[in-house]
DNA sequence: TAGGCGATGACCT
DNA sequence: GGTCATCGCCTAC
């Protein structure tokens, strides 16, 4: 088996995009990602091991779930290959199923928004920490759909709201789709050279 | 045990 | 488009 690269992992993130992924009687069709390569990737938890980041050096398609600023959730795929404890971020999708429940979990909010950035993806999902480790592929909680019969296109930038490797373009979303979020900078990433 | 920090969201102009 | 609120967790000591 050839080594893995970080092409390998941009390739998986490309492939999400385009695929229903499904929690709690919501499903999403995902259609914005960002790559996480892991052991030589400064800006993914699994750069340094610890207890939190272990289940990204664990088998693919497994949920990483983690809290960010104290009350969002946001949800990862881990697609290996293992050796780089790879994962994807799911920044943003387009409800295709459960748009009641969606709206009733978002309340106020515009249909485009409500899979809008990883934090409000989740929480329209109803992913919490509940779901870290989940099988992707099992029958049942949170899994994911089988690939669309098409590759939509796709455009790359770099990655949101990272304070390292800022200008890493790992980040990949369906080309002019009106529910990916607005790319900001981390106010904590070094200026652009 | 204490401190730093974050892959954000919401709101205001 | 820019600014600020927010707090639990992880890491280091």
């Known amino acids: 088996m050839a080594p893995a690269t970080p092409e390998d992992v941009a390739e998986r ?4 995009l385009g695929r229903v992924l499904h929690g709690h009687g919501v499903a999403v069709r995902i259609t914005e990602v960002e790559a996480y390569g892991g052991v030589d990737d400064p800006a993914s938890h699994a750069f340094t091991r610890t207890p939190r980041s272990d289940i990204m050096y664990g088998p693919p398609w497994r949920l990483y779930v983690y809290r960010s600023y104290g009350m969002h959730f946001c949800a990862n795929i881990v697609t290996g290959p293992t050796d780089r ?3 994807v971020l799911v920044r943003a ?7 009641e429940t969606a709206r009733a979990r978002r309340l106020g909010v515009k249909d485009p928004a409500l899979a809008r950035g990883p934090g409000n993806l989740a929480r329209t999902l109803g992913i919490t920490l509940d779901d870290l480790g989940t099988d992707l592929h099992a029958d049942e909680g949170v ?3 089988p690939p669309p019969d098409g590759a939509p296109p796709i455009t790359a930038g770099p990655r949101v709201g ?3 490797a800022a200008d890493v373009p790992w980040r990949f979303w369906v ?7 607005a790319y900001r900078r981390s106010p904590r990433a070094p200026a652009q050279g």
């Not at 993130?13 to 999400?16: D, F």
């Not at 999708?93 to 748009?99: A, L, P, Q, S």
Request: hydrophobic share 40%; aromatic share 0%.
């Open 85 to 87: 404890a790879a994962a």
């Open 175 to 181: 080309t002019g789709d009106p529910t990916v979020s």
């Open 93 to 99: 999708g387009e409800v295709v199923e459960g748009v």
């Open 162 to 164: 990272v304070s390292k």
């Open 13 to 16: 993130a490309r492939g999400l």
């Open 143 to 145: 899994r994911l759909g």
